[in-house]
């Protein structure tokens, strides 16, 4: 019965990274020259899911998921991040909906105040475009990933009670980037929240160090058995702390050995989770789909070559 659990571990593990667009990925990882609207379905070549980073920072058109839909194939999946808005981010009114923009209100910094009104109508965007996906089977989950300042020495879990239950029907997974959410007591609290509301824990890899930002690695958390999510920043402590950019942030190449290490990781996920979905976030030049490449050839899944690529490039 072990070696059948095994053989299925593979089919169940979906890899991808945190967008497909980067610039490192044009530069390094796309064939040169290709246009951009080409992009996505060369990629859907490689790899099965793609968590979307664009809808973080605006809520797409109707017809451009549309496009995302017709462009990959039937079995793709996009797991969607949430505007930041919701995310507890500050946000200035022009990244809201045009629709939107007139009714928000703004504090005495230039940003909008998420108000129980504008979040509902929010959402209500957000799910127009998201229901194209959903229809045609390929809307993973939803990803929140809340701000480092929110924190529990200032905020209750059960502020987003409100924000869960209007997406009580659609996967909702919570990446918290504030440490102490997790640490000590606290942890338990955080976990049986999510548990008792079937919100799926995001677990991470990043940098061994504790300041509040930088999330612990050692945690394997499920609290939907329906899905286990493990995002992969790197482990470069002094680029997450002190990098400007995203790319700055992130810029880290998981070794042959960490790969390994990821994939034994990702299978004891598999073991208590239907599906498992790992994310790439190491967005500098193309070290992302490359490691996310190397995991799937670990975890012993039919990969695609992308040109030019040789074997030692992969292991």
């Known amino acids: 019965m072990g070696q059948k659990t095994d053989q299925k ?122 229901s194209i996906l959903r229809d045609g089977r390929k809307l993973g989950v939803l990803l929140l990933q809340l701000s480092p300042a929110f924190s529990p020495r200032k905020d209750r879990l059960e ?16 990446e918290f980037r504030n440490r102490n959410w997790v640490v000590g007591p606290q942890l338990r609290s955080t976990i049986d929240f999510l548990k008792q509301r079937r919100v799926i824990f995001v677990n991470v890899d990043a940098p061994p ?40 942030r992130f810029n880290y190449n998981y070794s042959k050995d960490e790969i390994v290490e990821i994939a034994e990781r990702t299978r004891k996920l598999a073991a208590n989770a239907d599906e498992v979905h790992v994310v790439f976030n190491n967005n500098n030049l193309d070290y992302a789909p490359r490691a996310a490449t190397r995991l799937r050839a670990a975890l012993g899944q039919t990969i695609v070559l992308p040109p030019r690529a040789q074997t030692a490039e992969l292991f």
Do not use: C
């Open 9 to 130: 571990q593979p089919d169940k593990i979906l890899v991808g990274t945190a967008s497909w667009s980067d610039p490192g990925f044009v530069e390094r990882w796309y064939p040169k020259g290709m246009a951009a609207g080409e992009r996505l379905r060369w990629y859907a070549q490689h790899f099965e899911m793609v968590e979307v980073n664009s809808t973080f920072y605006s809520v797409p058109e109707p017809r451009l998921v549309e496009r995302w839909r017709a462009t990959t194939p039937d079995n793709f999946i996009f797991d969607v991040k949430l505007h930041q808005l919701l995310s507890r981010h500050s946000a200035e009114a022009k990244l809201l909906p045009p629709e939107l923009q007139r009714q928000a209100q703004i504090d005495a910094h230039g940003k909008v105040k998420l108000t129980p009104k504008l979040e509902e109508a929010l959402i209500g965007l957000f799910l127009r475009s998201m």
């Open 159 to 174: 502020e987003l009670e409100r924000l869960i239950d209007m997406l009580r029907d659609y996967r909702l997974a919570i």
């Open 209 to 248: 160090a504790e300041h509040f930002t930088i999330f612990p690695s050692d945690l394997n958390e499920i609290t939907n058995p329906q899905r286990a999510y493990l995002r992969l920043h790197g482990r470069n402590a002094d680029a997450y702390l002190k990098g400007k950019t995203v790319a700055a």
